[in-house]
Nanobody
Framework: VQLQASGGGLVQAGGSLRLSCVAS????????MGWFRQAPGKEREFVSN????????YYADSAKGRFTISRDNAKNTVYLQMNSLKPEDTAVYYC???????????????WGQGTLVTVSS
């Protein structure tokens, strides 16, 4: 599975962005997907994940109530809608995929290249 993330950019605090992650491969829709982020000088951290059907989702406390993960299996695409963005959300955001529904970065076998989100105050 190959992953291509996009949708990052520069936004003011309080604004919104939608990240997309397109997965290639004929079985891509059967993979669980996750979003992680890494700020400068910090470790990569979990943001959200979604199971293969979209019926189960989890969020980091920092994302709850502001971010929404979803997927369109017909398009092999996972989205992360981010609202009410804060300067502390500034990071490179990565999508990841795995056959299992997992939470830790080291458990994911496939990674996208990352997309930069910058939130100005």
């Amino acid at each position: 599975v190959q992953l291509q993330a996009s949708g990052g950019g520069l936004v003011q605090a309080g604004g919104s962005l939608r990240l997309s992650c397109v997965a290639s491969g004929r079985t891509a829709s059967s993979y669980a997907m996750g979003w992680f982020r890494q700020a400068p000088g910090k470790e990569r951290e979990f943001v959200s994940n979604i199971n293969w059907s979209g019926g189960i989702t989890y969020y980091a406390d920092s994302a709850k109530g502001r971010f929404t993960i979803s997927r369109d299996n017909a398009k092999n695409t996972v989205y992360l809608q981010m609202n009410s963005l804060k300067p502390e959300d500034t990071a490179v955001y990565y999508c990841a995929a795995d056959r299992s529904f997992v939470f830790r970065a080291y458990e994911y076998h496939y990674w996208g290249q990352g997309t930069l989100v910058t939130v100005s105050s």
